[in-house]
Nanobody, 118 residues
């Protein structure tokens, strides 16, 4: 059974930092690209950051320079360090594991709420 369990969300003031973590089980973690997505109320889910199985990273423009995605293949975890948070970053953040196009192996966590407000 595949499980992706997020942690680390919460309420933070603008300019603050949070670190999200996702623990994966039931998959051969090192073969998967891992991503963080977010969905704000009334908006579509969007990709925030992704790290490939080779360690390459990509970010949505709005978080470049503020967020950092990293993975630990020994611990089967992927983290998202979020700095200089803005109210527009408020959303439910979801962890995603994707084996690749055509594999049908795509999994989601349950989500963790991040709220940025003064």
């Amino acid at each position: 059974q595949v499980q992706l369990v997020e942690s680390g969300g919460g309420l933070v003031q603008p300019g603050g930092s949070l670190r999200l973590s996702c623990a994966a089980s039931g998959i051969v973690f090192r073969f998967y690209a891992m991503g963080w997505y977010r969905q704000a109320p009334g908006k579509q889910r969007e990709l925030v950051a992704v790290i490939t199985n080779g360690g390459n990273t990509n970010y949505v423009d709005s978080v470049k320079g503020r967020f950092t995605i990293s993975r630990d293949n020994a611990k089967n975890t992927v983290d998202l360090q979020m700095n200089s948070l803005k109210p527009d970053d408020t959303a439910v953040y979801y962890c995603n594991a994707n084996r690749g196009m055509g594999t049908g192996l795509n999994y989601w966590g349950q989500g963790t709420q991040v709220s940025v407000s003064s």
